[in-house]
């Protein structure tokens, strides 16, 4: 599903005057998202999922076209787990 099909089923809710305001409200949680994850909080959704900042720390590796050795900078990934119920409901 693309934004602009998720914007089109949130439209598609009695209540919502257009797809503007369904874009603004979209575009919101994911902001909401994005400064609790940047804070390192977690942000849950009940039903659905869980999603966190992963930190990782810095390694060692190697370039496969040089194959001269270099250090992997630490680095914070997010990471998103699913809820039984979401699992459940795929099967």
């Known amino acids: 599903m693309t934004k602009a099909e998720l914007i089109d089923k949130v439209a598609a809710v009695d209540g919502i005057p ?3 305001v369904a874009g603004e409200a979209i575009d919101t949680i994911f ?3 994005k400064k609790a ?5 977690s942000f849950t959704y009940q039903g659905f999922g869980t999603f966190k900042v992963q930190s990782y720390a810095a390694r060692k590796g190697v370039n496969p ?27």
């Open 18 to 20: 257009s797809k503007k």
């Open 65 to 91: 076209r040089t194959g001269q050795k270099i250090t992997i900078p630490a680095s914070k990934r997010p990471k998103f787990s699913a809820s039984k119920a979401l699992v459940d409901s795929l099967k």
């Open 31 to 33: 902001e909401a998202l």
């Open 37 to 41: 994850l940047k804070k390192g909080d």
